[in-house]
């Protein structure tokens, strides 16, 4: 069974955690509807994706 030799240092095992957080998505505002959206994907409220209609909305 593995067992470790030394204890781990808060400084180190910190520093290891250092690339688990999270980082909040990109938003930006589709130039259609004027509603927020992430980048390089078809807007949820009009369906449009680089000035072309991709998806048909229900509204």
Same mark, same amino acid.
């Given at each position: 069974?593995?067992?470790? $030799? $030394?204890?781990?240092?808060? %400084? !180190? !095992?910190?520093?290891?955690?250092?690339?688990? %957080? &999270?980082?909040?998505? /990109?938003? *930006?505002?589709?130039?259609? @509807?004027?509603?927020? $959206?992430?980048?390089? !994907? +078809? @807007? /949820? *409220? @009009? /369906?449009?994706?680089?000035?072309?209609? +991709? &998806? =048909? *909305? =229900? %509204?």
């Amino acid at each position: 069974m593995a067992v470790p $030799k $030394k204890k781990t240092s808060k %400084s !180190r !095992r910190d520093m290891r955690r250092s690339h688990d %957080s &999270l980082i909040a998505p /990109g938003i *930006s505002v589709c130039p259609q @509807c004027d509603e927020p $959206k992430q980048p390089h !994907r +078809v @807007c /949820g *409220s @009009c /369906g449009f994706y680089k000035d072309r209609n +991709v &998806l =048909e *909305s =229900e %509204s």
